[in-house]
């Protein structure tokens, strides 16, 4: 068993095609269009036929409510492991993405929780 493709619940596949790709660096994989909207997936820079991440668009209605609860809990809905996550923070800082949670030490990892501009939380996080 192995995993091939994460969901992100995006609320504009467009917008999130942009933010995934000019700010935090992924690439586009996939863009199949189907009516009013794509099969879109993005990848990392590093590991092109790795985990593909789907920008789901949410038309479904209890989707839309599961990922405004996890939004206004603070929970992520994915992390995103990185080298450096302290870096990464000033890198995206810079760019002007809004963190919740700053470089935290807890245990062995980093973690930040940045704001996608999509409706999700997303964490980052380096193991030490």
Not at 2 to 13: A, E, G
Not at 86 to 95: G, I, N, P, Q, T
Request: hydrophobic share 40%; with cysteine.
């Amino acid at each position: 068993m192995k995993i091939k493709l994460l969901s992100v619940l995006v609320d504009d596949q467009q917008k999130a095609l942009t933010f995934y790709t000019n700010v935090l660096g992924f690439i586009k994989k996939t863009e199949i269009p189907m009516g009013k909207h794509s099969w879109l997936t993005v990848v990392s820079r590093e590991e092109q036929d790795g985990t593909e991440i789907v920008l789901e668009p949410m038309e479904f209605t209890p989707a839309q409510t599961y990922q405004k609860a996890l939004f206004d809990a603070g929970i992520p809905l994915a992390a995103f492991q990185v080298d450096n996550v302290e870096s990464e923070y000033k890198r995206l800082v810079d760019l002007g993405v809004t963190f919740s949670m700053k470089p935290t030490p807890m245990g062995t990892v980093t973690l930040a929780v940045l704001n996608d501009t999509c409706g999700n939380n997303i964490q980052l996080y380096q193991v030490s």
